[in-house]
């Protein structure tokens, strides 16, 4: 067997795959299998992997997360956090563009969704600022890079993905490191928010009648407690993530469609068909990964990977700043989920080399990948925040930059200051 030959059919025949626009998932099992072909392995192991690689008991996680957001989502959680985030920084200039950053960091801790976090709050929060007088480009452009707090803090399905590839990384180390970058990002989008309001001249919000703080409130803290429900009982120990995310959806249940009561129970049908959908793609996306990534394994691709940028450089921050530039590439093309269920097993051991932690790694792709949901071809939450807004791409591209630059400084700080990661990680063990 010549391994250079099996690499470049497992590389080209994947490149050509996704050239040709067939799914990803597909694009990944027929690399796989012409490379097994050239190799000799026989097929049934293309199989075996796959199953193997879905045949994990923190897996369940995902489609619990997922559903805990959807009935949330679908029981008018989006509108009770925006009202919630007006009282709370409302009054700020600029207070509808504050509202929103804080509004979609809120849905983004029950929802752990960029997608979900532009299309619910987004839904919301754009009308309401065009009506108010903000530019539409303005609104897209802040809700979109707002969204993306979703995929950074807790309790985000991607830092579950990430924990599984990466060979079984903590869940709850994940989920603490996510806490405080997602804080430096919302700090940052508000600060570059606030200079849009005095630059524009956007005024304060209105304030909120006293009769109305109470109910706001208690609404505001009933809607985020799923979060609270995820986070705690993994922190505490009392539950592992699959069982969080059980409780998490089976609350968020009650809540929907036995407290707040404003749909029927039969728009439970649609929330499940759609998170049956989005589990669905995933899972077998996840096993066609398993197989993708055993075979790399196999012909000790990422050996050969790492041993390719150590020779460009023996610096951590030469080597980082490559990555990060490679991932942000790689983000237009390729859509979040497979983005790192193929680079972690390629990425991963170059980072180990040269000391850099797991859990902060993961940070650094995870976030990587969100940005890439801003930017064409494939970026899925651009594409909806200018749907909604009724723009077009070019327009939402240039009216994000701002903030997309705003985030290469957070991206940044999280590469150069481990810290900002680990500090809490570490705090928790």
Known sequence: MDTTMA?????VSFIALMLLK???ALSLAGATLATLIYVGIPLPVLGQQMVHGISSFSLLAIPFFILTGQIMGEGGLALRLVNFAQLLVGHIRGGLAMVNCVACMFFGNISGSAVADASSVGSVM???MKKKGYDVDYSVGLTISSAIQGVVV???????LYSIVAGGISIKSLFLAGIVPGFILLGTLMTVAYIYAVKRGYQPGEPVP???RPSIILNGLVSISPAFVILGGIISGLFTASESGALAALYAFILAFGIYREVP??????????TFRTVLMVYFLIATSAAFGWIMAYLKLPELITQAFLTISDSPIIIMLLINILLLILGGPMDMAPMILIMTPVLLPVCTAIGIDPVHFGLILIFNAGMGLLTPPVGTVLFVGCAIGGIGISQGTKAMMPFFCAM????????YVPQTVLWLPTLFK
């Open 7 to 11: 690499i470049i059919i497992l590389t």
């Open 22 to 24: 067939f799914p990803v």
């Open 126 to 128: 754009i009308p309401m």
């Open 154 to 160: 807790p309790p985000s399905h991607n830092l579950v």
């Open 210 to 212: 006293k009769e109305q």
């Open 265 to 274: 129970l039969k728009s439970m049908i649609p929330v499940l068909k759609r």
């Open 408 to 415: 290469i400084v957070v991206l940044l700080l999280i590469t």
